[in-house]
Protein backbone atom coordinates (compact mmCIF):
# COMPACT_ATOMS: atom_id res chain seq x y z
CA UNK A 1 0.00 0.00 0.00
CA UNK A 2 1.34 3.24 -0.96
CA UNK A 3 -0.95 5.53 1.27
CA UNK A 4 0.20 5.32 4.80
CA UNK A 5 -2.95 3.87 7.56
CA UNK A 6 -2.46 6.45 10.32
CA UNK A 7 -1.40 5.52 13.65
CA UNK A 8 -4.42 6.99 15.03
CA UNK A 9 -6.43 3.78 13.36
CA UNK A 10 -3.88 1.27 15.08
CA UNK A 11 -4.03 2.92 18.62
CA UNK A 12 -8.10 2.63 18.06
CA UNK A 13 -8.07 -1.05 17.22
CA UNK A 14 -5.60 -2.26 19.43
CA UNK A 15 -7.90 -0.54 22.49
CA UNK A 16 -10.96 -1.38 20.92
CA UNK A 17 -10.67 -3.83 18.32
CA UNK A 18 -12.28 -3.81 14.60
CA UNK A 19 -15.43 -2.19 15.35
CA UNK A 20 -18.65 -2.39 13.48
CA UNK A 21 -21.60 -0.52 14.24
CA UNK A 22 -23.71 2.96 13.79
CA UNK A 23 -21.77 5.97 13.27
CA UNK A 24 -23.73 9.81 13.86
CA UNK A 25 -23.72 11.16 10.54
CA UNK A 26 -22.15 9.74 7.38
CA UNK A 27 -21.55 6.89 6.37
CA UNK A 28 -24.55 5.89 9.31
CA UNK A 29 -23.23 2.46 9.52
CA UNK A 30 -19.21 1.29 9.61
CA UNK A 31 -17.00 -2.51 9.97
CA UNK A 32 -13.53 -1.48 10.23
CA UNK A 33 -10.90 -3.65 8.93
CA UNK A 34 -7.86 -5.32 11.13
CA UNK A 35 -4.60 -4.55 10.21
CA UNK A 36 -4.82 -8.06 8.51
CA UNK A 37 -7.29 -7.54 5.92
CA UNK A 38 -6.52 -4.68 5.24
CA UNK A 39 -3.81 -5.65 2.04
CA UNK A 40 -6.21 -8.14 0.64
CA UNK A 41 -9.31 -6.11 0.51
CA UNK A 42 -7.58 -3.09 -1.08
CA UNK A 43 -5.98 -5.66 -3.20
CA UNK A 44 -9.74 -6.97 -3.81
CA UNK A 45 -11.15 -4.13 -4.45
CA UNK A 46 -8.53 -3.09 -6.65
CA UNK A 47 -8.25 0.51 -4.59
CA UNK A 48 -4.53 1.41 -6.48
CA UNK A 49 -6.36 0.83 -10.18
CA UNK A 50 -9.45 3.25 -9.78
CA UNK A 51 -8.65 5.42 -7.02
CA UNK A 52 -4.63 5.96 -6.60
CA UNK A 53 -4.41 8.01 -3.34
CA UNK A 54 -6.56 6.16 -1.33
CA UNK A 55 -6.34 3.30 0.96
CA UNK A 56 -9.49 2.18 2.09
CA UNK A 57 -9.81 0.56 5.78
CA UNK A 58 -13.53 0.02 6.15
CA UNK A 59 -17.32 -0.79 4.32
CA UNK A 60 -20.31 0.66 5.29
CA UNK A 61 -22.55 -2.15 4.26
CA UNK A 62 -24.52 -0.42 1.09
CA UNK A 63 -22.08 -0.61 -0.82
CA UNK A 64 -19.55 1.93 -0.28
CA UNK A 65 -16.01 1.89 1.85
CA UNK A 66 -13.90 4.39 3.62
CA UNK A 67 -11.04 5.43 3.09
CA UNK A 68 -7.79 7.45 4.36
CA UNK A 69 -6.17 9.87 1.49
CA UNK A 70 -2.28 10.77 1.90
CA UNK A 71 -3.16 13.24 4.86
CA UNK A 72 -5.41 10.84 6.56
CA UNK A 73 -8.39 11.97 5.88
CA UNK A 74 -11.51 10.03 5.94
CA UNK A 75 -13.37 9.61 2.69
CA UNK A 76 -15.89 7.38 1.14
CA UNK A 77 -15.88 6.23 -1.95
CA UNK A 78 -18.16 3.89 -4.22
CA UNK A 79 -17.57 0.22 -4.62
CA UNK A 80 -19.26 0.80 -8.55
CA UNK A 81 -17.60 3.38 -9.91
CA UNK A 82 -14.38 3.65 -7.89
CA UNK A 83 -12.60 7.03 -8.90
CA UNK A 84 -11.17 9.91 -6.69
CA UNK A 85 -13.74 12.64 -8.71
CA UNK A 86 -16.28 10.77 -6.46
CA UNK A 87 -14.73 10.75 -3.28
CA UNK A 88 -16.65 12.51 -0.39
CA UNK A 89 -15.07 13.95 2.51
CA UNK A 90 -16.41 11.85 5.74
CA UNK A 91 -13.42 13.43 8.19
CA UNK A 92 -10.68 15.28 8.93
CA UNK A 93 -9.09 12.51 10.23
CA UNK A 94 -10.01 9.09 11.79
CA UNK A 95 -10.27 10.56 15.22
CA UNK A 96 -12.78 12.40 14.29
CA UNK A 97 -15.33 9.51 12.86
CA UNK A 98 -14.13 7.57 15.63
CA UNK A 99 -15.67 10.51 17.96
CA UNK A 100 -19.00 9.71 16.29
CA UNK A 101 -19.03 5.86 17.01
CA UNK A 102 -21.54 5.01 19.24
CA UNK A 103 -19.79 2.70 21.19
CA UNK A 104 -21.24 0.11 23.73
CA UNK A 105 -20.71 1.87 27.54
Known amino acids: MTVPVPSEYTRFL ?11 GEPGYIALWSLDELSGNNSDIQIQQYAPGFVAFAGNGA ?7 K ?4 FMLPLVGMEPCHAVAVANCFSD ?3 RFELAA
Do not use: K, Y
Open 14 to 24: DTHGAFEGFVT
Open 71 to 74: AGAV
Open 63 to 69: GEVLAFD
Open 97 to 99: LAA
